[in-house]
C-alpha cells in the first residue's frame, strides 16, 4: 500500500508539471493557431538561465524567479511572436510546423553552445532537505511546491480566462478573430499575450522539472513530447481536459515505473510517453475533411523529361570529372551530400508533391541501412533490395496508422514514432550488434567494382541522378497530378472519388523506400552504422532543411544535400560553437518567417534571366514569350549541372 | 425516381437548428433551384448532399439508395459531383491539369478505357476555357476559377451535379452562357442543383425551386409558382428592401448590390 501511495504521489507530482507544460502549449495554440514544437526549449532556456543566476551568479531564488517567470520568459514570448510568428497567418501549415521546428533546434543549438553539455549541472530543489511524512510516505517539500503551484496556476487562469477584461478578450479572440476585433479586442496583442503565458507556464515547467530530474539540454527540451501527449487529450482545446491528461501521463509513466518487471521497463521507459501520445492522437475522432483556400503556394516548374534527362547525364558526367580531383575525405563528404540529397528527394516526394509532413525519414533510412546491413553481405543487390522493401513496408506501416491524421496530427505522429523507433529499435543491442555499430557493406554490381572511394561516390551521384529522373517522371505522370492535387485540396479530391487514403499510402511506401534505397547507400559509404545516424532531431533538421530550400526543387534538394555534409567539416573550424548543425537549420528554417518560400525561390528569377541572356546569346533572338506569370522558374536540371560544376 | 433525396433532413450545431427537417428532391433531366436568404441554410444542406457534413437527423437518397453514411468519395463513385462556394480549386495546377486530374482520379475508380487527356481538351472548349488553359488557377479571376470547378465536376461524368453559387464572379454574358450550358447539360439527362444569388438566373433556367428561410423549406414549385407566394415574399421582403417579383425574369440585371443584398 505505501509503495502504490509513493508512486501515486511521484506520478502526481510529475503529472503537475505535464500538466503546467501542456497547458501552456494549448493557451498559445488556440490564441495563435500554431502548435509551438519549441515549447520545451523554451522551458529549457529558462531552466537554464535560472542555474545561471541562482548557481552561477549567486541570486537570491526569489529575485530569479521573479526574472525568469515575470521578464525572461513573457519577453522571450513576445519576441517569438513579433519577430516570427506574426506574418504567418494563413500560410501553409507545414511552414508554420517548420518555422517552431527551427525555433527548437535553433534554441537547442544555441543552449549547447553556451552551456557546455559535457559539464555537469544540478539546481538544488525548493526546500531541499525539508520533508513531511505522509501516511509513511516521505514527500519532500519540493514535491508539494509542485503540486501547490500547478494548482494556484490551474485555479488563477480558470479566474484569469473568466474574470478578467484581458482574458475574456483572450477567448473572445479565440472563437471569432474577426469578430473581437470588430468589438474592440485587438487580436495581435491577444496572440502577443498567449505567446507571453506560453513561455511563462515552460517556464515555470522547466524550472520545477529540473531539479527532479538532471539539468540536460536535451532531456528538457524532448520532455515536450509528454507536454504534447496531454496537450493532445485536451484536443488542443480544452484547459481542464489538457491538464487531466498531464495528470493521466504522469500516474502513467509512475505505475508503470513501479509496476512493470525491470527487464522489460528498461526497453519501454523511454517510450512510454510516445506510446501514450500515439494512442491519443489514434483516438481523436476523424479529421473532416475542411474546405477553406489556403493561401497561394510557390511551386517550382516541372521542367521537360528531355531537359531532366539531358541536366541528368550532365551531372553525372560533372560528379565523375570532379571525383578525379578529391581526396579520399572529400569524396566521403561528398557522397554524403549526394546520399543526404537523395534522402531528401524522398522527402521531396512526400512533404513537397503530397503535402504529408514526416518527421521520421531518417528512421526509413536506417531501416534500409540495416536490411543492408544484414542481408547485403559482400554488397550483395539483394541488400540493396532488402534495403528498399524494408523501409517501404515502414513507411506503408506509419501511413496506415496515421491515415486518419494530417497537417500537425501527422507530424506529431511521425515524430513520435521516430523517437519509439530510436529507443526501441535502432538503441536495441540486437539490432545493430554490440557496440552499437553495424557493418555495412557496399553494394557490388556484376563486373563492375564499387569498391574504391571514387567508384562509389559516382554510383551515389548516378543513384541520385536516376532517382531524381523517376521523382520528376511521377511528377509529370497522372500520380504526380493527384498528389498535388491531394495538396491543394483534400476535400475537393475526395468530392472527385478520390480514395485518398490509398493515395497517402502510395506516396508514403515509395517515399520510404526511397529513403531505404539512401540509406543502403549511406551504411556503403560509411562503412558501419550506429543509432546515432538515425535520431528523430536530425530527421527534423533534414525537414527544416528542405523547407529551407524550397519544397519542391530538386536543384534545391541538392544544394541541401551537399551544404549539409559541408556542417561536420566547417563544425571542426569552430569548435566553440556546439551543434552547428542546430544552430544553422534552425536560424535557416526561422528566415522562412520572412520567405517562406525558401531559398530557391530566390534564386530562380536569377537563373531564369541568365537563361534568357543564354538563349540570346546563342539565338541571336529573345525567348517567345512562353512563360506565364508565376511561373518564373528555371529548368531546374539546368542549374542543377551548372551548379555541381 | 429521383436522382437525390433529402428526407427529414436536420442539422443542428450545438443550440443553433442551421437545417430543420427538410425535405426536397432533385429530378433527372432537370434543374432545381435553392434559393433563400444569407444563413437560409444552403450550404449546409449543400455539404450534407455532397458527404462533407452528416445531418443530425434524417436520410440521403441517392437514385432510392440511402446514402446519409457515406463518404464524399463514395459518392462522387455514384455519380454525384459538385462545386464549393468558396473556391476549392487546385490551386499550383493549370487549368487543363485540373480538368485532367479529375477525369484521371474517375478513370482510376470507373476502371475504363476514357482518355483524360482528351476529356480535359473537349470541356476546355465546352466550358470556354481554351484561352487559359495553361495559366495557373490560382493566377485567374475568381469567376473563371468557378468555371474551372464546374469543368472538374464534369470530368467525372456526373449524373448529379451539385452547384454552389457558380454564377458569383461572372459578368452578365458570362452568366447567360453558363445558363445555356446547365439547360444543355440537363437536356441531356443530367439531374442539377443550383444553390444561386442570381434570382434572375435562377428563374430562366429552373424547372422547380426550393426556397428555404432560417433553415425550413418555405416553398416550393416551378419559378412562377415560388415567386408568387406570401411566404417568400415575407422571407425576402424582411432580409432586404426589395422583393422577389421586381427581380423576376424580366427584371434588371442581378449584378448590382441593392439585388445581392436583397437575395444574398
Known sequence: MTTFLSFTIVGIVVGCIYALTSTGLVVTYITSGIFNFAHGAIGMVAAFAYWELTVKEHWPVPLALLFVLFVLAPVMGFLIDRLLMRNLHGKPEV?????????????????????????????????????????GVVVSYHQIVVVVVAVAVAIGLRLFLFRTRSGI??????????????????????????????????SLAGILLAPLVTLDILLLTLLVINGYAAAIVGRLRSLPLTFGGGLL????????????????LSQLRPTLPVIF???????????????????????????????TLMAAGGFVVVAWFVSGQLSVTNLITGGEGLVVALVLLSLLLLTGYGGQISAAQLTFVGFGAFAMGRLGEGGSLLGVFAAVGLAAAGGALVAL???????????????????????????????????????VARVHLPGISLQSDRAFFVACSVVFAAAAIGVLALRRASFGRRLAAMSDSTAA???????????????????????????AFYGGLRGSVGSNDFQMLNSLALLL????????????????????ALFPVIQSHVPSIHSLVFLATGLGALGLARNPDGVMSKLAPAGDSLRGWWAKRSRGAPLPGERLQGEIVPDEEEALAGVAG | ??????????????????????????????????????????????????????????????????????????????????????????????????????????????????????????????????????????????????????????????????????????????????????????????AVLLVEHDVEMVMRVCDRVNVLDFGRLIAEGTPAEVQRDPAVQAAYLGAGDETLEEAGPEGRPSDTPSDRAAVG
Not at chain 2, 87 to 102: K, P, W, Y
Not at chain 2, 107 to 120: G, H, L, T, Y
Not at chain 2, 172 to 178: G, I, R, S
Open chain 1, 95 to 135: 511552414i508554420t510546423l517548420v518555422i517552431t521546428l527551427g525555433l527548437m533546434l535553433f534554441l537547442l543549438g544555441l543552449a549547447e553552445t553556451r552551456w557546455d553539455p559535457g559539464f555537469p549541472r544540478t539546481i538544488p530543489k525548493f526546500f531541499a532537505g525539508h520533508d513531511v511524512n505522509l501516511f
Open chain 1, 169 to 202: 478578450a483572450l477567448r473572445a479572440v479565440v472563437d471569432d478573430p474577426g469578430l473581437a476585433a470588430l468589438n474592440g479586442a485587438p487580436p495581435a496583442r491577444v496572440r502577443s499575450m498567449g505567446w507571453a503565458i506560453g513561455a511563462m507556464l515552460a
Open chain 1, 249 to 264: 501521463l504522469g500516474l502513467f509513466e509512475s505505475y508503470a515505473v513501479g509496476y512493470v518487471p525491470g527487464s522489460l
Open chain 1, 277 to 307: 501520445l500515439f494512442v491519443a492522437l489514434l483516438i481523436l475522432p476523424q479529421d473532416r475533411l475542411r474546405v477553406g483556400r489556403a493561401a497561394g503556394r510557390h511551386t517550382t516548374r516541372v521542367p521537360a523529361l528531355r531537359t
Open chain 1, 401 to 439: 496508422v496515421t491515415l486518419r491524421v494530417r497537417g500537425l496530427y501527422l507530424a506529431l505522429s511521425t515524430v513520435a514514432f521516430a523517437q519509439a523507433m530510436v529507443t526501441v529499435f535502432f538503441q536495441n543491442n540486437n539490432v545493430f550488434g554490440q557496440g552499437g555499430a553495424l557493418g
Open chain 1, 493 to 519: 479530391c475526395a468530392t472527385l472519388g478520390m480514395n485518398i487514403a490509398w493515395t497517402k499510402l502510395a506516396v508514403f511506401t515509395v517515399s520510404a523506400g526511397l529513403a531505404g534505397l539512401a540509406g
Open chain 1, 545 to 564: 532543411l528542405l523547407a529551407i530550400w524550397g519544397l519542391d526543387s530538386v536543384t534545391g534538394v541538392l544544394l541541401a544535400g551537399l551544404s549539409y
Open chain 2, 1 to 190: 425516381m429521383p436522382a437525390l433525396q433529402a428526407e427529414r433532413v436536420s442539422v443542428r450545431f450545438g443550440g443553433v437548428v442551421a437545417v430543420d427537417s427538410v425535405d426536397l428532391s432533385i429530378e433527372p433531366a432537370a434543374i432545381t433551384g435553392l434559393i433563400g436568404p444569407n444563413g437560409a441554410g444552403k450550404t449546409t444542406i449543400f455539404n450534407v448532399f455532397g458527404g462533407l457534413q452528416q445531418p443530425t437527423e434524417g436520410k440521403v437518397l441517392l437514385e432510392g439508395r440511402d446514402i446519409t453514411r457515406l463518404k464524399a468519395h463514395a459518392r462522387a463513385r455514384r455519380g454525384m459531383a459538385r462545386t464549393f462556394q468558396r473556391l476549392e480549386v487546385f490551386g499550383t495546377l493549370s487549368v487543363r491539369d485540373n480538368i485532367q486530374v479529375a477525369a484521371e482520379i474517375r478513370k482510376a475508380w470507373a476502371r475504363d478505357r476514357s482518355r483524360p487527356a482528351a476529356v480535359a481538351d473537349e470541356l476546355l472548349d465546352r466550358i470556354g476555357l481554351r484561352d487559359v488553359a495553361e495559366s495557373r488557377v490560382d493566377a485567374i479571376p475568381t469567376g473563371t476559377a468557378r468555371l474551372v470547378e464546374l469543368a472538374r465536376a464534369l470530368a467525372t461524368r456526373p449524373s448529379l451535379l451539385l452547384l454552389d453559387e457558380p454564377g458569383s464572379g461572372l459578368d452578365h454574358q458570362e452568366t447567360a452562357a453558363l445558363g445555356d450550358l446547365l439547360l444543355d447539360l440537363a437536356s441531356e439527362g443530367m
